[in-house]
């Protein structure tokens, strides 16, 4: 499995931006299917951003436009750019990794999950 260790969260008001990242610790980190999820107490965990190996990208409806996903393979980081945030991006992010994905935010398809960065945005 892969190591992933997030980092890059914190509190920023309403219309500011924050990068997220994510170190991975395989090698091989190129060949992966890579997404950010988020959630939030009693909600379930959602599906952000997608990138594929060939960096084939995908995201949700609620950050279209927003946010960047992107990846350097060579330094082994993925990396989530958040513009315009909203109260509503408040959440825990999480980046999985994968290498049977075929569904960009299907869960069980990531068998790497890091421990998330909080992301706060207040109003």
């Known amino acids: 499995q892969v190591q992933l260790v997030e980092s890059g969260g914190g509190s920023v008001q309403a219309g500011g931006s924050l990068r997220l990242s994510c170190a991975a610790s395989e090698y091989t980190f190129g060949t992966y299917s890579m997404a950010w999820f988020r959630q939030v107490p009693g909600k379930e965990r959602e599906g952000v951003a997608h990138?594929?190996?060939?960096?084939?990208?995908y995201y949700s409806d609620s950050v279209k436009g927003r946010f960047t996903i992107s990846r350097d393979n060579a330094k082994k980081i993925l990396y989530l750019q958040m513009s315009s945030l909203k109260p509503e991006d408040t959440a825990m992010y999480y980046c999985?990794?994968?290498?049977?994905?075929?569904?960009?935010?299907?869960?069980?398809?990531?068998?790497?999950w890091g421990q998330g960065t909080q992301v706060t945005v207040s109003s």
């Open positions: 990138i594929s190996s060939s960096l084939w990208t």
């Open positions: 999985a990794a994968g290498n049977t994905v075929r569904a960009a935010f299907d869960q069980a398809a990531y068998k790497s």
